[in-house]
C-alpha cells in the first residue's frame, strides 16, 4: 500500500501533523535555548565548583522523581486515553478521565514531596560525595537544604504535565511546548541576582546558608510560573479540571492510570540514569556542569528534531489506533519516521563539523577554561549522535503506547538503562582522568539510547506487519538533503580555521553557516518532493 493511503495517511493528516511538529519544534527551539541558557548562566555566576555541583544536581531531583513515578509517561499514556474518551463520549468524557487521573497522581505526587523533603539529608550525602574531606560536612548541610526548599516542585512538575496532556489530547501543542521558556528566564534572573547580592565563584567552603535558601525558593517559584502558563493552556482547550478522586468509577481512567504503573520504568530509567551520572560526574570538579551542558543540547536538539515530529504524531496514531485503521497507522509510522530523521539530520551533520567551537561559545565566565571546554567538545560530539537515536527511541514508544502496548516500551527502557549503567559504573573503576569520565558518561546514555530504540522499533515491526516499516523511497530525497548542506559546512569550518575570529565572530560564523545549510537541505527536500521522489 502506499505510504499515503488509509486514513492515517491523508494529505489533510499530514499537513496538520507537518504543522503541529513544526510549531513543536520553533517553540521547543525557544524554550531550550533559554534552558541551555539557564545552565550557562549557572555556570558563569557558580563556576566549575562543588557549591555548583551540588546546586545542578540537588535542584534537578524533584523532576527526577517526578520523573520515576510519571514523567513522559503522562503525555504518552494519558494522551491517547483523553483521545479515546473524547471520541466515545465527548468532552465531557475526557474531563472525566482527566480528572480522576490528575487525583490520583496528584495524591502520589504530594506523598513524593514530603518524602524527598524528609530525605533530603541522605540525598544530599550522595551528592556531596565528590567534595574533599574538610568542605563535605558543609556541602551535606546546603544540598540538604537545597533539597527542601525545592521539594514541593514534585506536585508542581505533575500538574505541568496533566495540563500538558490536556492541551496535547486536543491537538494544541505551542504553548506546551514554549511555557517552559519563562521558567527559564525566572530561574537566570533568580541566579544573576544570588550572584549579585552573594558574589560569583564561590565554593561549599565560602558560600552563606542563605545563598543555597534564596537558590530553593528562586527555582520553585519559577516552576511555578511555568505551571500557571500550563494551567492557562489547559483551560483554553476547555481541559482545566479540578482532581477527582473514586478512580474505580472511570473503566479508562483505571486503565489509564494501571498503564502508567506497569510503565513505571519508561519513566524511572532515565531519571535513574541522570541521578548516577551526577554523582559520578560530581567526582569532577565543574563535572556536573558539563554534563548538563552536554545534556541539555543532547536534548534539545532531539526536542526540536526528532521528538518534535513523535510529540505531534502522537495524536494522529492514536486516532488510527483507535479506528483500528492498522493500514493508516502504518503509513502515519513511515511518515513519522521518515520526518524525524529528517529533521535530525541537519543538526547532527553541524555538530559533529562545529563541536569544538559550539563548546566554546557554551564556555562562559568561570567556565571558560579549556581543559572543560575540551571536555565539552568531547562530550557534544557523541550528543550530535545521540539527538538521532533520541528521538527515533522516542518516536517508536509513541507509536507503541498509541497502540496501548506499555510492554515494548517497559522492556526497551529496562535493557537502555542496564546497558548504559554498565559503563556509567565501569567509569568509576577504569580512569580517573577527568575528560575520560565525562566522555564515557556520554558515551553510556548514548548506548543506552541504541538500545532502547532498537528495542522498540524491532516491537512495532512486528505490529506493523505485513505493512512495510520503512519506505525505501525516503532514503534517496534525505541522503540528496545532506549532500545539499555539505559546501555550507565545509566553507564555515573553512572560515573558522583561517580566520581565528573571536567569539562574536564565530558565533556569526556558526549561525550564518547554520542558516545556509539549513536552507539548503530545505531546499533540497522541497525540489525532490516536487519531481516526485516522494511518490
Not at 31 to 48: E, H, N
Not at 172 to 193: N, W
Not at 514 to 524: D, H, I, M, N, R
Request: hydrophobic share 55%; net charge positive; proline share 5%.
Amino acid at each position: 500500500m502506499d505510504s499515503s493511503a488509509g486514513g492515517g495517511g491523508s494529505a489533510n493528516s499530514r499537513g496538520r501533523m507537518q504543522r503541529a511538529a513544526a510549531s513543536v519544534a520553533v517553540w521547543t527551539l525557544l524554550s531550550r535555548a533559554t534552558g541551555m541558557a539557564r545552565v550557562l548562566v549557572i555556570g558563569a555566576v557558580l563556576g566549575p565548583t562543588y557549591l555548583a555541583n551540588v546546586f545542578q544536581a540537588g535542584y534537578t531531583l524533584p523532576n527526577y522523581v517526578f520523573t520515576i513515578f510519571a514523567g513522559p509517561m503522562v503525555a504518552m499514556v494519558v494522551v491517547p486515553s483523553v483521545v479515546r474518551a473524547s471520541a466515545d463520549a465527548g468532552t465531557a468524557g475526557a474531563r472525566d478521565v482527566l480528572g480522576r487521573v490528575s487525583g490520583r497522581l496528584l495524591t502520589i505526587a504530594g506523598v513524593c514531596a514530603a518524602a524527598l523533603a524528609l530525605l533530603s539529608p541522605v540525598l544530599g550525602w550522595s551528592l556531596v560525595l565528590g567534595v574533599p574531606g574538610p568542605d563535605r560536612d558543609r556541602a551535606w548541610l546546603l544540598a540538604a537544604v537545597l533539597i527542601m526548599f525545592v521539594a514541593p516542585q514534585i506536585v508542581l512538575y505533575t500538574i505541568i504535565s496533566l495540563a500538558v496532556a490536556a492541551q496535547q489530547s486536543s491537538g494544541r501543542f505551542a504553548l506546551a511546548a514554549g511555557a517552559p521558556t519563562f521558567e527559564s528566564i525566572a530561574t537566570i534572573a533568580m541566579v544573576l541576582i544570588v550572584g549579585r547580592v552573594f558574589g560569583t565563584g564561590l565554593d561549599v567552603g565560602d558560600s552563606p546558608l542563605a545563598m543555597v535558601v534564596w537558590l530553593g525558593v528562586g527555582s520553585t517559584a519559577a516552576v511555578a510560573v511555568h505551571t500557571g502558563l500550563q494551567l492557562y493552556g489547559a483551560a483554553r482547550v476547555g481541559l482545566l479540571v479540578a482532581p477527582r478522586w473514586g478512580l474505580h468509577r472511570s473503566p479508562v481512567a483505571q486503565d489509564c492510570v494501571r498503564r502508567m504503573t506497569r510503565s513505571t520504568p519508561v519513566a524511572a530509567a532515565p531519571a535513574a540514569t541522570d541521578y548516577l551520572l551526577a554523582v559520578i560526574a560530581a567526582t569532577v570538579p565543574g563535572g556536573v556542569l558539563v554534563i548538563q551542558l552536554a545534556s541539555q543540547l543532547f536534548y534539545a536538539l532531539s526536542y526540536v528534531a526528532g521528538r518534535a515530529v513523535s510529540m505531534a504524531a502522537l495524536p494522529r496514531l492514536a486516532r488510527a489506533a483507535a479506528d483500528a485503521d492498522w493500514p493508516g497507522f502504518a503509513a502515519a509510522w513511515r511518515q513519522c519516521l521518515y520526518y524525524a530523521t529528517l529533521a535530525a539530520l541537519p543538526p547532527l551533520c553541524l555538530l559533529l563539523a562545529f563541536a569544538g567551537p559550539t563548546a566554546d561559545l557554551l564556555s562562559n565566565g568561570q567556565l571558560h577554561q579549556q581543559a572543560l571546554v575540551d571536555e565539552l567538545t568531547a562530550c557534544l560530539l557523541i550528543a550530535a549522535i545521540g539527538q538521532l537515536v533520541s528521538g527515533l527511541h522516542d518516536l517508536g514508544r509513541r507509536a507503541l503506547f498509541a497502540r496501548l502496548d506499555d510492554r515494548g516500551p517497559r522492556r526497551a527502557s529496562i535493557l537502555g538503562f542496564a546497558a548504559g549503567t554498565v559503563i556509567a559504573v565501569a567509569t568509576v573503576f577504569l580512569t580517573s582522568d577527568p575528560k575520560l569520565t565525562l566522555v564515557m558518561l556520554m558515551i553510556s546514555i548514548l548506548v543506552g539510547e541504541v538500545v532502547s530504540a532498537a528495542t522498540v522499533i524491532n516491537r512495532l515491526r512486528r505490529h506493523i506487519r505485513p505493512e512495510h516499516l520503512v519506505d525505501p523511497r525516503h532514503g534517496v530525497p534525505a541522503l540528496l538533503a545532506t549532500l545539499a548542506m555539505l559546501p555550507a559546512i565545509a566553507a564555515g569550518y573553512w572560515l573558522l580555521q583561517h580566520l581565528a575570529p573571536d567569539r562574536l565572530t564565530t558565533l556569526a560564523v556558526l549561525t550564518a553557516t547554520g542558516t545556509v545549510a539549513v536552507a539548503l537541505f530545505a531546499a533540497a527536500i522541497l525540489l525532490g518532493r516536487r519531481r516526485g521522489s516522494l511518490g
